[in-house]
């Protein structure tokens, strides 16, 4: 049997995950595989908190170098997270020629060029399965299981935190801020939500699949973003009625050979298989030619889930340096799988939008003639009669082109008989169950 | 680049995908991947028919050794299917160390053991990807993305033709016999449907599953089969009633150590992901421990869809040419996850019961009494007033082990009060949404 000794670098949540799927679970992989993981140290500044995982005695080290430069160490993982001392980590690894693991999809949407040169230069592997949908082997299929396939569409719900909120909002009827708020009390959003409410956590996660299905390390610039803090339980409600519900969406397509790529709430049909994802729950939908439609479903963070995609890498790793077949699927391959990025303002795609406007004669005609100039086709229309001076008005569109619903949208905000700011969200057609 | 050529038996089908996904994106899959895999040689019998792809001239031939025995093939791709000739020409190709991909489960399934003792003998890969749920790389998810993980359920539905039949049934009100006919009719089921709607396909692809999550290869002797020719329409709609949709299920768990693996029709939460799973559709439910619940969702079965995984197969074969790592992850490699096979006599297991009983007095006490002395839990019981002598009873219970159920069931048969056969589905109790 061959064994490989694993290195920690990061004992935080994925971190002790990690060492304790591999001291229960070590010998059982062993025997699956041929390859057995030895978990040989733990580097992590703290070396006195419980993260309830019992560590034999010697593997706890403050000290990063006795893990990144140990010469007994076959592989590094890196679960710091951040991309300041990871970066310099998973680079001083590398350098040496020492395999890398890792989980870190800030790091490498923002530096994976930089990571990826240094693993080619030292022929060193890095794995990241952990980087996308925690738990759910999507990387694999992406670049091993569907690698026959021209990558017509890939839709993701890559933020369990966002997820989480929505769904709360859908079900309880709670507004945002207070969802959020008990949310953070309870550990499930950090501190500072920013990163997963304003859809850069989902951003990271998209990038890299972009890139692995089209072949550019493309980093964060060519994407569009928007959070979900402009959601209301409004929102929510009317795209129920019109039988929707609004998730975080990623959304990579390619047209003609051209590539968009975006994250921004979206409506997408209840009965389809995404609008049935809940809670902190992840997948990834993706259309190939030939395979069709498939869908990955599975936990898209914590401890125990990530845990589970790190160790696949672990082990990927492990049966390289059985067989000297290191770099048999390197870190990244670049090919030119696309012709050119479609800026956001010439994305044609299908609009949900909520205005409040007075109560009178004349309005709808207005608006609609407004969509007509910028050739905006309307799909439906729903007034409800209200005892108020002002009513809602919902206006479902069919595809139109960014940049004309913008400029519609400025002329209809400047709108006298408008009251409050126009919400507009975009919807996404899915195959519906 | 690597070059390997691929040499295909069984131009039928799902041949015909892999020649024309080989085509249109041989190239890409070379660019992605190092390797780029390009089709040598075709053989099938019949030379003439239009498949709808154009092979390069000099590509088809009528004779399987061309393609089996020839020197410049570097990997033979069995789509004959079938457990004779299949056989024959596979063992072959292994014998003379030649790389295997097949999509073949019935056969899988039925010999496995004697082709993962040939592949081994001459240290030559088997791949296997389009055996089970067709384009899902379900395979790899389960052996490599899954690696780390103790299997505790896997629940799939994995045969199109039955969910295809009981999609139908459901939404259009029309009953078993005439959509299998229509389906028949329509080349969505085979002329003998037998092995799909009696649940013999499930089988082979549940335990193959079953196989590389437990460690050995256990054939089809431990699997209880049940197909679904005796759903009636009543009891889609009872179901349904009842928050349950009905599925042909293969149903793999462990407990305590010990397996079972069963396939038969189940009612599941209709808001359950698997209760959304439609039409031709094919997916797996597994939860593992660290990762939690995880599915794999995509097209069963067809040219496309099937194609893209024998495809993978072959990069993933063509990858281990290329790098010397033959068996890196091989056919087969036996470990002992588990303790003994579960009986289908002791599987525990909610179920539901459909009676149809004489509408009178006391009706309902005798039959409680019969589960209450086999210690059968009742969970509810529905009886609909309607103007006939004898009344639809359905019962739901609480989890009972599958003995007493079917004791119970013998003397619930004989009471003179009960008219026609009762009917028996088990529940499958899955997370709802």
């Not at 949407?109 to 980087?131: K, L, N, P, R």
């Not at 972009?210 to 569009?224: I, K, N, Q, R, V």
Request: overall charge negative; hydrophobic content about 45%.
């Amino acid at each position: 049997m061959k064994q490989i000794n694993v290195g920690i670098v990061g004992f935080g949540t994925v971190g002790a995950g990690v060492a304790e799927c591999l001291l229960i679970n070590g010998r059982l992989i062993g025997e699956r595989t041929g390859v057995e993981p030895v978990l040989k140290r733990v580097a992590d500044l703290d070396v006195s908190s419980d993260r309830g995982v019992s560590l034999p005695a010697g593997i706890l080290t403050p000290d990063a170098r006795a893990v990144i430069e140990a010469g007994d160490i076959d592989v590094v993982v890196e679960l710091v997270g951040g991309t300041t001392v990871a970066r310099d980590f998973i680079l001083r690894a590398l350098r040496s020629g020492k395999p890398v693991v890792t989980a870190n999809k800030a790091l490498l949407a923002e530096h994976g060029d930089e990571i990826f040169a240094a693993a080619e230069q030292s022929s060193a592997d890095v794995y990241y399965e952990g980087s996308v949908g925690g738990g759910i082997p999507v990387i694999k299929a992406v670049r091993e299981g569907l690698v026959g396939n021209r990558t017509e569409q890939i839709l993701g719900i890559l933020n369990g935190t966002c997820n989480y909120i929505l769904t709360r909002m859908e079900k309880e009827q709670v507004p945002f801020a207070e969802v959020l708020a008990e949310a953070q009390a309870k550990g499930y959003a950090e501190a500072d939500p920013s990163l997963d409410i304003d859809g850069v956590d989902t951003a990271h996660k998209a990038t890299i699949l972009a890139s692995l299905a089209y072949g550019e390390w493309f980093g964060m610039d060519p994407l569009y973003i928007e959070g979900i803090r402009g959601i209301a339980l409004q929102d929510i409600g009317y795209a129920r009625a019109l039988g929707y519900k609004i998730k975080l969406l990623a959304i990579i397509k390619q047209d003609d050979s051209n590539v968009q790529m975006r994250v921004h709430p979206a409506l997408v049909p209840a009965t389809s298989l995404l609008g049935h994802v809940e809670g902190v729950f992840n997948a990834v939908w993706i259309r190939g030619v030939p395979v069709g439609e498939t869908l990955y479903y599975g936990r898209g963070a914590g401890r125990a889930a990530t845990s589970s995609a790190v160790v696949a890498d672990i082990v990927d790793v492990g049966l390289n340096l059985k067989f000297g077949s290191h770099r048999r699927v390197p870190g990244f391959r670049a090919h030119r799988g696309y012709a050119q990025i479609v800026p956001m303002s010439e994305v044609r795609t299908r609009y949900y939008l909520r205005l409040q406007v007075a109560d009178r004669p004349g309005v709808l005609a207005m608006i609609a003639a407004i969509f007509g100039r910028k050739d905006i086709s309307i799909a439906s229309v729903t007034q409800q009669e209200v005892s108020q001076n002002t009513v809602p008005l919902v206006i479902l569109t069919h595809a139109a082109r960014e940049a004309d619903m913008q400029q519609a949208l400025d002329e209809i905000r400047a709108l006298p008989v408008v009251d409050e700011p126009p919400v507009l969200i975009r919807i996404e057609d899915l195959p519906r169950g």
